[in-house]
């Protein structure tokens, strides 16, 4: 029985030097460069142990020379160098390098063209565990329930529209508990934050009731200073 062979992975770097001196590059430039004649590369500059610049070496001689001269000069101590096979990856390789490093000698961003940003996904993926997690934490636990509002039944009750030409207050003492409210030129009675059209519609949302009469409910103060009930603005 024949045996299975193993897939051999075709390797990208087909070779490298790394951490030599940038003196080396100045002295035997020649020899550096033939051994990478007919390739392409990546080659990333040094100082001392920390990485300064990374670049593509289509023309290694010329690129390292010139940052012999140009405002990279002095800043980096060596260099290294990786021979790349597969040149259709050599830009993207690049990119990658200046997006994980940052190296401080490169202006640009690495751009990574044709590729999608996964942080969308990962985010609604999360989003969607952490709902499973809670769920699964709190299954079983009773939630509290939510108070019902009292329904309250609409009337055809008159409001107090053009009863009090700049506003008033309306006072009633309900159970023991006083209560204000405030009553616009429109008619419209504002209690604890609420709007209602009719003096009833606002008792009802006192007393919880069904029906009543707001106008034997609330009181004002007459021109006197004395509570009377709102029904005397009626007669």
């Known amino acids: 029985m024949a045996r299975n062979k193993k897939h051999k992975t075709r390797a990208i770097v087909a070779g490298y030097v790394e951490k030599v001196n940038a003196r080396i590059f100045e002295r035997y430039q020649k020899e ?9 590369g990546l080659y990333a500059l040094y100082k001392r142990d920390k990485l300064y610049y990374v670049g593509l070496a289509r023309n290694l001689k010329g690129r390292i020379r010139h940052h012999l001269k140009d405002r990279h000069q002095g800043e980096w101590t060596h260099f290294s160098l990786y021979v790349i096979k597969r ?24 751009k990574l063209k044709n590729s999608i940003n996964l942080l969308p996904k990962l985010k609604k993926q999360v989003k969607r565990k952490i ?20 329904k309250i039944k609409k009337t055809g009750e008159r409001s107090l529209q053009g009863y009090f030409a700049h506003g008033k207050v309306i006072y009633v003492n309900y159970k023991g508990k006083e209560y204000k409210a405030w009553v616009y030129r429109n008619g419209k009675i504002k209690l ?19 029906t009543m009469n707001g106008w034997r409910f609330w009181k004002y103060k007459d021109k006197n200073g004395e509570l009377v009930y709102i029904d005397r603005l009626r007669k």
């Open 192 to 210: 604890n934050g609420n709007f209602f059209d009719s003096p009833s519609l606002a008792g009802l949302a006192i007393t919880k009731k069904q």
């Open 87 to 110: 040149a259709g990856h050599i830009k993207e390789l690049e990119s990658l390098l200046l997006r994980i490093a940052y190296p401080k000698g490169n202006s640009i961003k690495g």
């Open 32 to 40: 550096i460069t033939d051994m990478i004649r007919g390739y392409q």
């Open 131 to 150: 709902k499973e997690d809670f769920d699964e934490l709190f299954k079983g636990v009773p939630s509290p329930g939510k108070k019902k509002k009292a």
